[in-house]
């Protein structure tokens, strides 16, 4: 596959492309409750972002945010639905773990739907266990979170 990936921030307009059709795609798997998920999804300034390009059209990002002083939290990972299955999403879910542990984190943590059969395999897959609901997601019956520690 010929896939070209890429740090840049949350300005880069193919992320805010890509994120577009993130949201569309939330919004209908989501339903009602997308209203309080979407509050934890913005996008503004964020520092580390990855976006894949195949054959130089964009095909999928990642992102992260500090989280604590050891860990970062995974945000905004999608790919393009013609490229699902093709490995895209585990090579920006690498590149945002190698760029953290650049930076000194040990550990990454995420939030996913239950419902998000695909993205649970995908994490799992890729070495991540599922943990409690942190933060804003306890008792969202809706929400699996997950960890991982990242070799150092």
């Known amino acids: 596959m010929n ?9 880069h307009p193919d992320f805010r492309k890509l994120v577009s059709e993130l949201d569309q795609a939330l919004a209908v798997i989501n339903g009602d409750a997308n209203d309080f998920f979407a ?21 999928g990002c ?17 790919v393009s639905p013609f490229l699902r299955r093709s490995g ?7 590149e945002l773990e190698k ?3 650049e930076l000194g984190y040990m550990r990454c943590v995420l939030e996913t739907g239950k ?6 395999a995908l994490y799992e897959k ?4 599922v943990i409690e609901n942190y933060g804003q997601y306890v008792g969202v019956d809706e929400s699996v979170c997950f960890a991982k520690t990242l070799d150092i």
Not at 88 to 94: F, K
Not at 115 to 120: F, K, Y
Request: glycine fraction near 2%.
């Open 3 to 11: 896939l070209r990936i890429i740090r840049t921030t949350s300005e």
């Open 39 to 59: 509050q934890y999804n913005k996008i503004d300034l964020i520092q580390h972002v990855v976006v894949a390009f195949h054959n130089d059209q964009p095909a």
């Open 62 to 78: 990642g992102a992260f945010k500090p989280f604590d002083e050891q860990s970062v939290e995974i945000k905004r990972m999608y």
């Open 88 to 94: 895209v999403a585990q090579h920006v879910l690498s």
């Open 99 to 101: 760029w953290a542990q």
């Open 115 to 120: 419902t998000m059969t695909a993205a649970n």
């Open 126 to 129: 890729c070495g991540y266990r």
